[in-house]
């Protein structure tokens, strides 16, 4: 079996790039990493796409680590494939879904599953208007942030609309979003196939909203009830993808799926959990590809 791992450039690949290579290598012969830089599409004749003088046809499985700077070389790459034999976790669409957390509400609420109340309008006036009918705090979020940098929490309206116009003024599109009422706690599933194969908890440093570990929130084991992971199941399917991360947080009444990952960073979880999510996913597609 040929696998491939499509993403950064080796000296750009991050911590989980490597983890699920050094796993992908214990199960398959024939394993390489191949640089989302390095492929050249071609058009004009028959369509075609080369790594070197392989076409990444000759691939059996490539798994995308795409993230939102290379989207849009990553994009056309998954585009092509969706035409060809080659297995892999997501359509090229899912690639536009996850990166844009809007669209990916929207799929989400297009399944039933719940999401915060959450806008988007080209116009300050009319953010203006939809930020004087929320309750604070109020959350603005740019639409491919990650990591909790691109997330506002505004504790007053004057603040929210400045932002507005700030962020309108740059050309730069945000969300407007209901905040869900929480302990300082989003809970994580991590997808393969129909299963939620670890889950954890991040807890937001103190004085904190934000629950990312980037920003100093501190991951805890956390089993998922079954109805949880049913909504993480469904929410995975909501955008198409087989393998990915379902981020959530708990009011006192309801459970609501704030965004999804396809990228999803494994050391946080693999920490908490001591389960070695990268072998677990490998063993997914390893399951598919003997289907
Ligand atoms: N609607 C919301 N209500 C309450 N807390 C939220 C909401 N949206 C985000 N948060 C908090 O902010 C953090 C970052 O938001 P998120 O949408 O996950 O952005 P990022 O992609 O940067 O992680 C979440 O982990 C959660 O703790
Ligand atoms: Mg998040």
């Known amino acids: 079996m040929k696998f491939a791992l499509l993403g950064p450039s080796p000296q750009f690949a991050a911590h989980s790039t490597k983890r699920l290579l050094d796993e992908a290598r214990k199960q398959f012969k024939h394993v390489e990493h191949v640089p989302l830089t390095d492929v050249v599409l071609e058009v004009g004749k028959k369509p075609r796409a080369l790594y070197g003088k392989n076409a990444l046809e000759s691939y059996d499985y490539i798994l995308p680590r795409i993230d939102s700077k290379r989207a849009e070389i990553g994009y056309p790459i998954m585009r092509y494939l969706?035409?060809?034999?080659?297995?892999?976790p997501y359509p090229a669409s899912t690639v536009l879904v996850a990166h844009n957390k809007f669209l990916t509400l929207m799929e989400l609420t297009k399944k039933g599953i719940p999401v915060p109340e959450t806008w988007i309008t080209g116009s300050k006036e009319t953010a203006n208007r939809i930020i004087d009918k929320q309750k604070l705090p109020i959350i603005m979020k740019l639409l491919s942030g990650f990591g909790g940098e691109g997330v506002l929490i505004m504790e007053s309206k004057d603040a929210a609309k400045a932002a507005i116009?700030?962020?309108?003024?740059?050309?730069?599109?945000?969300?407007?979003?209901?905040?869900?009422?929480n302990p300082g706690e989003d809970i994580r599933a991590i997808i393969a196939g129909d299963e939620v194969i670890a889950s954890f908890k991040r807890i937001a440093a103190s004085g904190s909203k934000k629950a990312n570990i980037h920003l100093g929130g501190k991951g805890a084991d956390f089993k998922m009830?079954?109805?949880?992971?049913?909504?993480?199941?469904?929410?995975?399917?909501?955008?198409?993808?087989?393998?990915?991360?379902?981020?959530?947080v708990e009011s006192k009444d309801a459970t609501y799926v704030i965004e999804a990952n396809i990228n999803p960073g494994l050391r946080g979880i693999e920490n908490a959990t001591d389960i070695n999510v990268a072998k677990r996913i490998i063993d997914y597609i390893h399951n598919e590809l003997k289907r």
């Open 82 to 88: 969706d035409e060809t034999d080659v297995m892999k």
């Open 165 to 181: 116009h700030t962020l309108k003024t740059l050309r730069q599109e945000v969300l407007i979003e209901e905040y869900v009422p």
């Open 225 to 248: 009830p079954s109805e949880m992971k049913e909504i993480a199941i469904q929410s995975a399917k909501a955008i198409k993808s087989r393998i990915c991360a379902i981020d959530l």
